[in-house]
């Protein structure tokens, strides 16, 4: 196998095969309830909590695979990608507060990235390009703008910028006031007037190193508003629909998988 790194003996997280297409999520529970709909299912297990669930949807194999919040994230896409992917969708949550209602049967593709520092920092990108748009997939955001269509999906393209911290963005009135003039001052340095924005913590770390590996990345992000609740999950009058919502976009996930020509090491474009 080739490959931009060579973590022969080195992986401590994933330490077999995977097949090449498959969905990547930080939420547990929602990696959990998508492989309900998987046959023939495996998992690889770690002492750190993620781990990766291998079957089949409607007779082709991809893999659904936990990549915690945030950076550590990092370390699953790189594991992922060394041990035979080359197309992950990743899907999630959009973190932008105040949605608003419309936004929670909206499908929103990420087509680019920004904001990212530390973590390119860490893996070696040159420094010019810090914090500057990384583009996903586009043979992936074209079959997923397709399969959307094809199901009518109301979609829209968007921009994910990276987020290091959730309270910060969230709940920056909590802060002292010189940290919270910052922090405003930084976000606000980032907005886009071109574009739709969002922001989570993950899609630009997977796109980076979808980048570094010269492979496919894109990422599909669900409204969930966080505002109403503690756990919006945990909510049973929203539960139904915030379920149904996720079923629908995982079939058009898997869908833009299946139809997308990719083939292995052929680049991130």
Known sequence: MT?????????????????????TCSNRER??????????????ESSWGTFVIIGKYQGKELFLALAPIGTGSGLV???????GAN???????DDIPSPSPE?????KIIDEADNLYGYAKAIGVEPRRWGQSIPASDT???????????????????????????HALRNPEVFPNQYRYRIEADYAMVKRQ????????????LFE????????????????DKEKASDPYSQKATLKQIYGVEKQFFQVIVAALNDSVVSQRCGNS
């Open 194 to 205: 071109d574009k739709k924005e969002s922001m989570d913590m993950e899609t630009a770390i």
């Open 103 to 107: 936004e929670g049967r909206l499908f």
């Open 31 to 44: 990696i959990l309830r998508l492989a309900q709909y998987l046959e023939d299912t495996r998992s690889i």
């Open 140 to 166: 992936l955001v074209q079959a997923l703008k397709m399969q959307a269509s094809y199901q009518n999906l109301n979609y829209e393209m968007r921009v994910c910028h990276h987020l290091e911290s959730y």
């Open 3 to 23: 490959s931009a790194i060579n973590l022969k003996n080195k992986t401590i997280l994933i330490n077999e095969p995977v097949p090449q297409k498959g969905i």
């Open 77 to 83: 896409f790189t594991e992922l990608y060394y041990q």
């Open 209 to 224: 190193t979808a980048r570094l590996f010269k492979q496919h990345a894109a990422s599909v992000l669900q409204t969930v």
């Open 87 to 93: 197309s992950i969708i990743r899907f999630g949550s």
